[in-house]
């Protein structure tokens, strides 16, 4: 073969395994966006996606899916929202346990399991934390979690304004992508005001009684193990913190102050008429005194290094040598939200909401979240 032949040949070998490694990498990415799957469970009558509330979000990344359940009997209204924060794994966890597992007798449930789907499809730059988590469940196959960032994927919202203002508050530019610091949402500002429009507007055009926003934050972080309420609701959180410290589960109460806007737990009960109320619990991989950010500090908790902050008394909970696990996260969240449903019901009783199925906090500890997780196959 001529040896211009033989360039044009190796070339040739070149440009194929080139296409064939673009291709590849091209396919693991896309991938990466994929949502894993949510199995809807008995409860479950309906999905619908967001645009079905503001059709401008049709077939954008920040359409995301409405699980409707819907008891026999009418009662009052209730919206879950996990994936504010998609870093916040517990917020997803425990949405996606109510849809598997919640059954109302009398009221709807609503859950938004990705309320910020787009900031599930990027993780934070610079931190070194996986995209997944796996958590594995009874009958030994495992269900895939995404693990993603705190604010909107910025290829779907750029660039970033110098400062963010949002009524009357100012803070960094990034912020701007922060879905808990874009609401009640504006349909002619930028998608993640939008997105927050979007969930403003179910919340009206279905007249929703009661919203539970789902949170994690750092152990160093005050605000923690914590129920933030609007002032409309402080009878109903005050009720709450009641029954979840007689089962056992401490947790403070957080007025919302009135001048931290675009927190849903402020513009939600300030433009809406819902009882709006934020839950958070310590989640030690998303925090600033954490080693390692790997798949195991978001399912253990377990990190020497806040161990040692523990000992300095440096946190604002209650850390050991057994960490901050998933498991217990996601069983203080639906504590929680079991004990909001309860209040609620005692309090307004002419629109009560009923429901079953739901696995207790001391079941979720003993048994394990994958006990109650159904296989995607």
Not at 324 to 334: K, W
Request: aromatic share 10%; net charge negative; charged share 20%.
């Amino acid at each position: 073969m001529p040896k211009k032949e033989r360039k044009v040949a190796k070339f040739s070998v070149f440009l194929f395994v080139l296409a064939l490694v673009c291709s590849i990498t091209t396919s693991e990415f896309i991938d990466m966006w994929q949502d894993p799957p949510i199995v809807p469970g008995p409860g479950v009558k309906e999905i619908l996606p967001l645009s079905h509330w503001l059709e401008e979000l049709r077939d954008s990344p920040f359409d995301t899916d409405v699980y409707i359940l819907q008891g026999s009997e009418k009662g009052g209204k209730l919206l879950i929202l996990g994936g504010t924060h998609p870093n916040e794994p517990a917020g997803l966890v425990t949405a996606t346990l109510f849809v598997e597992n919640a059954v109302p007798i009398q009221g709807t449930i609503y859950v938004i399991p990705r309320a910020n789907r787009s900031a599930f499809t990027h993780s934070e730059p610079g931190e070194g934390t996986p995209q997944f988590f796996h958590i594995k469940l009874l009958d030994g196959s495992v269900r895939t979690f995404r693990f993603g960032s705190r604010r909107t994927n910025p290829i779907h919202q750029w660039p970033d304004p110098t400062v963010y203002r949002t009524g009357g508050m100012t803070t960094g530019g990034g912020e701007a992508r922060n879905l808990n610091r874009a609401y009640p949402g504006d349909p002619r500002g930028n998608p993640t005001q939008k997105l927050a429009y979007a969930i403003t507007q179910l919340i009206r055009k279905e007249d929703i009684d009661l919203v539970c926003d789902l949170h994690e934050s750092s152990p160093e972080y005050p605000v923690n193990n914590a129920l933030v309420f609007h002032q409309k609701a402080s009878e109903l959180a005050a009720m709450v913190q009641m029954f979840l410290e007689d089962s056992g589960v401490s947790i403070r109460l957080e007025e919302s102050p009135v001048n931290l806007r675009g927190l849903s737990h402020r513009e939600l009960g300030d433009h809406t008429n819902a009882y709006p109320l934020l839950f958070e619990v310590a989640n030690p991989s998303q925090g600033r005194l954490r080693g390692k950010a790997s798949e195991e500090l978001i399912l253990t908790g377990i990190d020497k290094f806040y161990l040692a902050a523990a000992k300095r008394g440096e946190l604002f909970v209650d850390y050991t040598d057994k960490g901050y696990p998933l498991d217990l996260r996601v069983a203080r969240h639906s504590a929680a939200l079991l004990a909001t449903v309860e209040a609620w019901n005692l309090l307004f009783f002419d629109k009560p909401i009923l429901l079953e199925g739901v696995p207790s906090y001391d079941e979720i500890l003993a048994q394990g979240i994958g006990s109650f997780l159904r296989p995607t196959e």
